[in-house]
Every structure is written in C-alpha cells, then in structure tokens.
C-alpha cells in the first residue's frame, strides 16, 4: 500500500503576495528561488521573546505558500515534511524543538536526525527556521549548516528586534564564529544587522498557530503524567532525581545557579545539571525564587 504523503504548504499561492521588500528577506529569496540554495535559519531567545512570532511571520512573508502545514513541532513530523518538499524556498518552520525533552533526549533524537536534514536540504533548497532557547543545543552536525543565526528581543507588547549574524564555518577545525551580515542586493552594499517586526502574522494564522499549540501542549503534558507514573510504579524507583528534591539541591548553593550576566536563577543551569524538561526547569526555578524572597524577608524581620 503505498504511503500518504504529507502536504507542506497551500496547493494555491496567495494571490497578493510579493517579492519582500526588506534587504533580508530579499537576500534569502534570491538565494533560494534565483541561486538555488537553501537556506537555514536559527532564531533564538527566552520565552516571551517572540521569536516563534517572527518565524511565523518571515514563513508567511518569504513563502506565498505559507500556512500552518509549514509549522512542526516534533523531529518525525519535521523530516518527513522536509523530504515531501516540493518547491525550492518552501519555508519550514520547526518550533522549539528541544522545549518538552530532557537534554539527553534531546541530543538522541538530533544525532539521528542530522544526517537526514544535511543531506536533503542539498537537493530540497528549502528554507528552514529552527526557533529554539539558545543555538548551542542544536547537534553540531546542524550547526555547521546554520547559514545565519538571529537573537530575539521584545520590544514593548507587539514589536520585536531581531539581531542578526551570518555564521562562518572554519573547514579546518569546524569551529563556527558569528561575523556582521553585510551583501550586496541590487547592485547596492547593504548590512544585514538589527530588524525590527513591528506587526504580528496574520490573525487567521496566528489564531491556528495557538490552537495548534494548545493541542501540542496538553498532549505532552498527558505524556508526561504517564512516564511519571511509570517511573513511580517501577521497581528501585529513585526518588532522589523529584523536584522538591532539586529545589532543596539548589537552596544549598543557590549562587553556583545564577546568571552571569543577569544575576538570576538560571533555567539552562538547572537544565543541565540535572537533565530535566524545560517546563521542569521552569518550575524548579520559580521555586527556588520563592524560597529566597521568603529566606531574604524573614532576614530583613529579624
């Protein structure tokens, strides 16, 4: 029986879309539609950023295709949409790949799927968005692929700056460092720096962008309650590795946590030491900030 294919994309372009005007967007339309190239593109930051906004948006803006069969939010949704690609500059847009796994998983499932996404982008010519916390938990492998590599900051309630660096591989020791983006379109030098969305997607893309969400978010949550009550019924189960058991970890030490640069408890610490979720990071975090503020107030009583 011969499979189904997914569909990536509307079978029918939108009638009033255009070519995108900002330097950007049009250095990566031309290298996808008129140099035949893909074109991979890491946008990160903290949650509330807006960096799953703007993917939405640069996806709506450079593909006139664009809807939410685009968007994946797992490694096996994502590679099989990539290889039904069927038009170069077919944007994907793979949203916080790493935000319900542990980082073990995590790394597991991108070492499979590297070699897969490497070799058919080759021959696929797509344009692909990763939005993720921070650059370096993508496999290597990938990274060396990473065409350009964008940080998101929210600016105000709806605005949102992003900063962005094109990527530089070193083929003699495959170290990667971030240069300015400077290239010349039209005939014209242009720099390729800070960019500035000061309007969301559209409302009909935005409004099935969170209904799909919402649906992806209550199935790992019902996911999770399984693997713990697995884990809990499992003979030698240790208990040790319980969150209470994190946060009381923590209070012991609370500065070797902190943020270098913001000075506040830091999630990605606390992810990596003790191989949790993000939504487990987040809740250990938030604990162990009340436990301060309360430590900190009962001080000042006295």
């Not at 490694?75 to 039904?84: H, I, K, Q, R, S």
């Given at each position: 029986m011969e499979e189904k294919r997914v569909r990536v994309g509307s079978p029918r372009p939108r009638p009033d879309w255009t070519i995108p005007k900002h330097p950007l967007l049009k250095y990566i339309y031309y290298r996808t539609h008129v140099y035949n190239r893909s074109w991979i593109h890491a946008i990160t930051g903290t949650p509330g950023s807006g960096k799953s906004y703007c993917c939405l948006y640069l996806g709506w803006l450079l593909d006139s295709h664009f809807d939410m069969s685009n968007v994946?939010?797992?490694?096996?949704?994502?590679?099989?949409?990539?290889?039904?690609?069927k038009r170069s500059g077919t944007v994907l847009f793979y949203d916080e790949p790493e935000v319900t796994l542990s980082n073990k998983k995590w790394q597991s499932i991108q070492n499979m799927a590297?070699?897969?996404?490497?070799?058919?982008?080759?021959?696929?010519?797509?344009?692909?968005?990763f939005a993720l916390p921070d650059v370096s938990r993508m496999d290597k492998s990938i990274r060396l692929g990473v065409d350009a590599v964008s940080w998101a900051h929210r600016r105000g309630n709806r605005a949102v700056k992003l900063e962005t660096k094109k990527v530089i591989k070193s083929k003699a020791d495959d170290k990667i460092t971030y240069t300015s983006f400077q290239t010349t379109i039209d005939r014209k030098k242009v720099k390729l720096g800070n960019t500035v969305f000061r309007n969301l997607p559209p409302k009909p893309l935005m409004d099935a962008y969170e209904k799909q969400m919402i649906i992806v978010k209550e199935d790992i949550l019902r996911k999770r309650s399984r693997e713990l009550m697995m884990m809990e019924r499992e003979e030698g189960y240790d208990a040790v590795d319980s969150l209470p058991d994190i946060v009381e970890k923590i209070m012991k030490t609370p500065e070797e946590y902190r943020s270098a640069h913001r000075k506040s408890i830091s999630k990605q610490l606390i992810r990596m030491e003790y191989n949790i979720s993000h939504a487990d990071a987040d809740a250990v975090k938030q604990l162990v900030e009340k436990k301060l503020r309360m430590a900190q107030e009962n001080t000042t009583h006295e």
């Open positions: 994946f939010f797992s490694p096996a949704e994502f590679l099989e949409g990539l290889n039904n690609v590297t070699t897969d996404v490497v070799n058919i982008c080759r021959f696929k010519k797509p344009i692909i968005l």
